[in-house]
């Protein structure tokens, strides 16, 4: 009976493990200090870019990962796709600078148990991480607001509606152009080919309704500054 009891203490009191997925060593490690600080967490592993989170997470077996939406090579609702066709139950808090609707809407239909902003990770991340174990849904008051008046048409534009219909990789080509990246850039960061970014450039074009790639540069840098002052 005290040996079931001393089990069943130590199952209560175990850390729940946490591994981040990030391409900013200063970021990692300022989550790892702040976890590392709870009596129920701890950071069992990092990783920077998307193929070594996914050999590690055989390893450490994490309870949660914290995954970073923009990474080196695969992105991060790549990962998280992978994931979910490997670890289907492995909860995921997808975590990001963008400041878009968009994005979390995505992240959840790619199966995310929560989405949060960078500039909120300090102060909510931890609610973040313990709701999700709980079984929950996590997005700030902020997105989830942002989001709701997307599906009441109060934050609807036809270019909101276009850019919908893109496909992840096209949103990632489309916010790669906005942050004046060029075509040979875009293709290194995503290990893609120059001709493979310039069929997703005319796809752009295409599902934008834009009839040059003068457009589309415009459109994507007006995207990326009303993103950044919403």
């Keep these: ?22 391409d900013h060593p200063l970021l990692r490690q300022g989550l790892a200090l702040l976890i590392n600080r709870e009596n129920d967490l701890t950071v069992c592993g990092e990783a920077e870019e998307a193929q070594t989170a996914m050999r590690a997470i055989s390893q450490y077996q994490p309870d949660i990962l914290i995954v970073d939406i923009s990474l080196n090579g695969p992105d991060g609702l790549d990962l998280l796709k992978n994931i979910r066709n490997s670890y289907p139950g492995l909860p995921v808090l997808i975590l990001s600078m963008h400041d878009e609707a968009t994005y979390a809407e995505r992240a959840l239909r790619a199966r995310a148990n929560g989405y949060i902003m960078k500039q909120e990770a300090t102060e909510k991340v931890l609610v973040a991480v313990r709701r999700i174990l709980n079984g929950e849904v996590y997005l700030s008051d902020r997105i989830a607001n942002k989001m709701l008046q997307q599906y009441i048409g109060g934050a609807s534009t036809a270019l909101q509606s276009r850019l919908n ?29 120059v001709k493979t970014v310039e069929t997703y450039q005319a796809h752009l074009k295409e599902k934008l309704a834009l009839r040059s790639g003068r457009e589309l540069i415009q459109h994507a840098i007006q995207w990326k500054l009303n993103e950044g002052a919403a």
């Excluded at 009976?1 to 990030?22: C, G, N, P």
């Excluded at 990789?169 to 990246?181: A, D, K, M, P, T």
């Design 1 to 22: 009976m005290a040996l079931a009891a001393k089990a069943a203490k130590e199952t209560d009191t175990r850390k729940r493990t946490v591994f981040i997925v990030d």
């Design 165 to 193: 219909a893109l496909s992840d990789r096209e949103l990632e080509v489309f916010r790669s152009i906005g942050e004046g990246r060029s075509t040979r850039q875009i293709a290194d960061e995503l290990h893609l080919s």
